[in-house]
């Protein structure tokens, strides 16, 4: 089955910038996009359209695609920002998540 | 405004049935999927399937196929999330989401507050 990888962890300082990859072999034939979840919260959408972001997003948050990858970039990371980060693409027309991502803002 | 908003917790005996409901306000309910996710305690998101709520069509997960249905009540704007033989695996936190129909986001933009099921002899 279609597999879409991140890696499990990353740290980073504050005010510094976090960049979190997520590769799958299909991310470059539909668009892909990006959850933060904070613990007993539900998902919430920071990117969609592989680097567009939703209105009410901060603007620190953005995105690049690059053939099989898709990269989050949170530039000048918050206290706040520490969640964990899942990717989000499709297989035809089934959602295939990442494994995701445990960002620590040290 | 936009909700979802999930039926309470559950407590099942392994080998029963759980349905979760979703109920959806503020918004048009057949111009969007409703998807259902599940988290396990500590792990990631599992999606499991969707369905459309204007024709009830449906597409499932291959994991979940013979074991899930999903239904909808487009008098009340409900959608449900019926899992079956259940065994200590499906303990998880059960999500519904919304996506737009025919957007080019193809991306969640509302979720429910979740559904925790507890599948404990």
């Known amino acids: 089955s279609y597999v879409l990888t991140q890696p499990p962890s990353v740290s980073v300082s504050p005010g510094q910038t976090a960049s979190i990859t997520c590769s799958g072999d299909k991310l470059g034939h539909k668009n892909a996009c990006w959850y933060q979840q904070r613990p007993g919260q539900s998902p919430v959408v920071v990117l969609h359209?592989?680097?567009k972001r939703p209105s009410g997003i901060p603007e620190r948050f953005s995105g690049s695609s690059s053939g099989n990858t898709v990269t989050l970039i949170i530039s000048g990371t918050q206290a706040m920002d520490e969640a964990d980060y899942y990717c989000q693409g499709w297989d035809s027309s089934a959602v295939v998540f990442g494994g995701g991502t445990k960002l620590t803002v040290l | 405004q936009v909700q979802l908003v999930q039926s309470g917790a559950e407590v099942k005996k392994p080998g029963a049935s759980v349905i979760v409901s979703c109920k959806a306000s503020?918004?048009?309910?057949?111009?969007?999927?409703i998807h259902w996710v599940r988290q396990a305690p500590g792990q990631g998101l599992e999606w499991m399937g969707w369905?459309?709520?204007?024709?009830?069509?449906?597409q499932y997960e291959h994991k979940f196929q013979g074991r899930v249905t999903m239904t909808k009540d487009t008098s009340t704007s409900t959608a449900y999330m019926e899992l079956n033989s259940l065994t200590s695996d499906d303990t998880a936190v059960y999500f519904c989401?919304?996506?737009?129909?025919?957007?080019?986001?193809?991306?969640?933009?509302?979720w429910g507050q979740g559904t925790l099921v507890t599948v404990s002899s």
């Open positions: 503020g918004y048009t309910f057949t111009a969007y999927y």
């Open positions: 989401a919304r996506e737009f129909i025919g957007a080019a986001a193809e991306d969640f933009d509302y």
């Open positions: 359209e592989d680097t």
């Open positions: 369905i459309k709520p204007s024709s009830g069509t449906t």
